[in-house]
């Protein structure tokens, strides 16, 4: 530890006395300096011991002293060194009473003690606690870097909680925390995912220092990675500010965490190269050869009903991919899933298991950018495919493909493909496209109704519904046959086409499903 008032005092070659602040001695010092300026407190930075021999004072003054006194505990100084011997032989009561009165620890200095001899210590014992904690931070260094070879980054985050006498947190690249140590920090990291998450948006490195939870401790948190988007973020709890030391033990874990994220992200590129020709080998209708080139990375993925995503992002939103794709893999490491996740320029692939973490991570993701969004251009469309298997995976590759092309007509972030075929043709009724056909070719009828003379859409629809049976469909709508006849005479006249057409029958119906369900 640094020096202190205490340590110079019990130091047996200066000699010191305490004349005032008994109690304030353990005040660690950051230098010793003599001054003899009536005002040295221009010159002060704090942390300072003070050494006079009052050459310039007028140190038997009380209300000198006490303007003096006070004026150095208001910069911080620490300690006030009083030469005995040389133009007052004790020190005047006036200063005595002013240090007591301040609290500021006052040492009498015998004639035979130069300050010279103060300052040396001073300096001797700041070299050698900056000695202790360099040395420290070497061998926290070595234990650190031997644990992440060992254990990997649950044995470094361990050694480093035991180093900084605190506790210590690794998030992945979605801002969930992926390890803890002690184990009991876990839900206290998780409560920190909003502070990570405005880390991340600023480019690596950076770092912060935030309040923990309920104010428990102080917490530093680092981004990790290189690149301009950080992969990871490092927290680390204590109940004070970090020694020279534990700071040393913090930047080593930082280095060995990013060696450790770059190292990830090389091999990363290498299975999403593979990943990529396992993809076309199913798409090419090859499930034996997928799987005889996905071997254990991603074999049992190919071995269950999985889902293909499909999507593409708009160029003023280019993180977007980036983000589903982090999405997905940070849902499959927490769960323990396979994933196959191949970037294809400004479109993105993803194979997932059915009824996994991964599809629903992305369903998720998917609807709070929904719930977000502020404009239709530029921006994440995802199709999701049905449940498929090896065999069936370029059916399923394109099914995601045309949910994908329906959620860029309607505007939508997601679009899954089972939900376009769920047993009716009515949700595809919303595009904007077939709302329009259905107004212009009902425009015609409506107006008629609108002048009063009678009930055309509604005896159109009554009459299709019954597929044409006159006496049900007058009984629906309360007329008589003959009424209904001539109404249904009356449509074709203004349409200009026959209703014996199921053409024309079909669109007809369809237009009203279309406008119904407005």
């Not at 709070?368 to 502020?374: F, L, N, S, T, V």
């Not at 997601?414 to 595809?428: D, F, I, Y």
């Not at 159109?460 to 008589?480: C, I, M, T, Y």
Request: aromatic share 4%; hydrophobic share 50%.
């Amino acid at each position: 530890m640094p020096p202190t008032l205490a340590s110079l005092v019990h130091h047996s070659a200066l000699k010191l006395t305490v004349r005032a602040g008994e109690d304030h001695l353990d005040v660690p010092v950051r230098w010793a300096h003599a001054s003899e300026l009536a005002d040295p407190v221009p010159y002060m930075e704090g942390g300072e011991l003070l050494l006079i021999t009052a050459l310039k004072l007028d140190a038997e003054d009380r209300e000198a002293m006490r303007r003096y006194v006070k004026r150095l505990v208001g910069a911080g100084v620490v300690g006030l060194g009083f030469a005995v011997g040389v133009h007052y032989e004790d020190i005047p009561d006036a200063l005595v009473d002013a240090a007591r009165a301040e609290g500021l620890p006052l040492l009498e200095v015998p004639r035979r003690t130069p300050f010279l001899a103060i300052s040396k210590a001073v300096s001797a014992a700041i070299a050698a606690d900056q000695y202790r904690a360099v040395t420290a931070g070497f061998a926290a260094q070595r234990e650190l870097t031997r644990q992440a070879l060992a254990e990997g980054p649950a044995g470094l985050l361990a050694a480093l909680a035991a180093q900084v006498d605190g506790w210590a947190a690794l998030y992945d690249a979605s801002g969930a925390v992926v390890a803890a140590a002690p184990e009991w920090a876990g839900r206290r990291a998780a409560r920190l995912v909003p502070d990570v998450t405005r880390l991340r948006e600023r480019p690596a490195p950076a770092s912060s220092v935030v309040a923990g939870p309920e104010n428990e401790d102080r917490v530093e948190l680092h981004s990790l990675g290189t690149g301009r988007r950080p992969r990871a973020a490092l927290a680390v709890g204590t109940a004070a500010a970090l020694g020279t030391a534990e700071r040393y033990a913090v930047h080593s874990a930082v280095a060995l965490l990013t060696l450790t994220t770059e190292r990830s992200r090389s091999l990363h590129a290498a299975e999403q190269r593979i990943g990529a020709a396992v993809l076309r080998m199913l798409l090419a209708g090859e499930p034996d050869h997928a799987r005889a080139v996905a071997g254990d990375l991603y074999g049992g993925l190919l071995d269950a009903p999985f889902r293909i995503i499909v999507a593409t992002g708009g160029e003023a939103n280019g993180d977007a991919l980036g983000a589903l794709a982090e999405v997905a893999e940070s849902a499959a490491a927490r769960s323990g899933e396979v994933v196959l996740v191949v970037p294809e320029g400004n479109r993105l692939v993803v194979l997932a298991c059915d009824g996994g973490a991964v599809v629903a991570a992305c369903r998720d993701h998917a609807a709070a950018r929904e719930a977000a969004r502020k404009s239709d251009d530029d921006e994440l469309v995802v199709g999701l495919s049905a449940p498929a298997g090896p065999i069936a995976a370029s059916a399923a590759y394109k099914q995601a493909e045309q949910a994908l092309s329906v959620a860029r007509r309607r505007g939508r972030v997601l679009v899954e493909h089972e939900h376009m075929a769920a047993g009716s043709v009515l949700p595809l009724l919303a595009d904007d496209a077939v709302r329009a056909f259905a107004d212009g070719l009902l425009r015609a009828l409506r107006e008629h109704d609108a002048t009063g003379r009678g009930d055309l859409v509604a005896s159109l629809r009554a009459w299709l519904s019954r597929h044409g049976q006159w006496d049900a469909a007058a009984a629906d709508l309360g007329v008589h046959r003959h009424t209904l006849r001539y109404r249904m005479r009356r449509v074709e006249e203004i349409l200009g086409r026959s209703l014996d057409d199921p053409d024309t029958r079909m669109e007809l119906w369809l237009a009203l499903k279309a406008t119904t369900s407005e």
